[in-house]
């Protein structure tokens, strides 16, 4: 079953995160879906690994409604986006995690008792979000969080899955939040915008 490049199932897949794994060795890499046709995918990759022309990947795509599997080889790699030539007929199956959408221009508040942290938030999913903030919070910890999204203003609690370190010697660091509650407007909110194409 080819990708078509209208329609729901290829729009579910533009904007979602992408894992890529390189064969023979294995190694993990991952970036977020630009645009996707029946024959490549160009993918914004902001690591620092330069691959071979010609490299071999095994490529996961965790859209809205499935997730996408298939073999593609590297056609071209320039700073900040790859493109390759999908090689074989993409399998799909039922998504292993929930999509994740990247997004720009998103800044939200967690409070930390009397002290607030301001995010970035990078991406969304119908349950959690991950961005950036300047200091860490422990795993495990509960906080509540606003955001103001173009859909209203959403409240709720969440729980810090992971936060690690930008880089050394940075103060900057990347976190993950999964959603424990908001109230039925907010998770109507959230939806459309974990939901936005």
Same mark, same amino acid.
């Given at each position: 079953?080819?990708?078509?490049?209208t329609?729901?199932?290829?729009?579910?897949?533009? =904007?979602v995160?992408?894992?890529?794994?390189?064969?023979?060795?294995?190694?993990?890499?991952?970036?977020?879906?630009?645009?996707?046709?029946?024959?490549?995918?160009?993918?914004?990759?902001?690591?620092?690994?330069?691959?071979?022309l010609?490299?071999?990947?095994?490529?996961t795509? =965790?859209?809205?409604?499935s997730?996408?599997?298939?073999p593609?080889?590297?056609? =071209?790699?320039?700073?900040?986006?790859?493109?390759?030539?999908?090689?074989?007929?993409?399998?799909?199956?039922?998504?292993n995690?929930?999509?994740?959408?990247?997004?720009?221009?998103? =800044?939200?508040?967690?409070?930390?008792?009397?002290?607030?942290?301001?995010?970035?938030i990078?991406?969304?999913?119908?349950?959690?979000?991950?961005?950036?903030?300047e200091?860490?919070?422990?795993?495990?910890?509960?906080?509540?969080?606003d955001?103001?999204t173009?859909f209203?203003?959403?409240?709720g609690?969440?729980e810090?899955?992971?936060?690690?370190?930008?880089?050394?010697?940075?103060?900057?660091?990347?976190?993950g939040?999964?959603?424990?509650?908001?109230?039925?407007?907010?998770?109507?909110?959230w939806?459309?915008?974990?939901?936005?194409?």
């Open positions: 079953m080819a990708i078509s490049t329609g729901e199932r290829s729009e579910s897949f533009v =904007n995160r992408v894992r890529l794994q390189r064969l023979p060795d294995a190694k993990f890499f991952a970036g977020w879906v630009r645009q996707m046709t029946d024959t490549e995918i160009t993918i914004d990759y902001q690591g620092s690994e330069w691959f071979t010609g490299a071999k990947f095994f490529v795509v =965790n859209g809205v409604e997730a996408a599997l298939f593609a080889d590297l056609q =071209n790699q320039s700073p900040g986006f790859i493109v390759l030539r999908i090689t074989g007929e993409p399998r799909y199956t039922k998504a995690e929930e999509a994740r959408r990247s997004i720009v221009g998103l =800044n939200g508040v967690l409070h930390l008792g009397e002290s607030e942290v301001e995010m970035q990078l991406d969304v999913s119908a349950k959690g979000m991950g961005g950036m903030i200091g860490a919070i422990p795993r495990g910890t509960l906080i509540d969080f955001v103001d173009q209203g203003a959403v409240i609690k969440a810090v899955r992971y936060c690690r370190q930008e880089a050394k010697e940075s103060m900057r660091h990347r976190i939040l999964q959603i424990v509650s908001m109230g039925r407007i907010e998770s109507a909110r939806m459309r915008l974990s939901d936005e194409r």
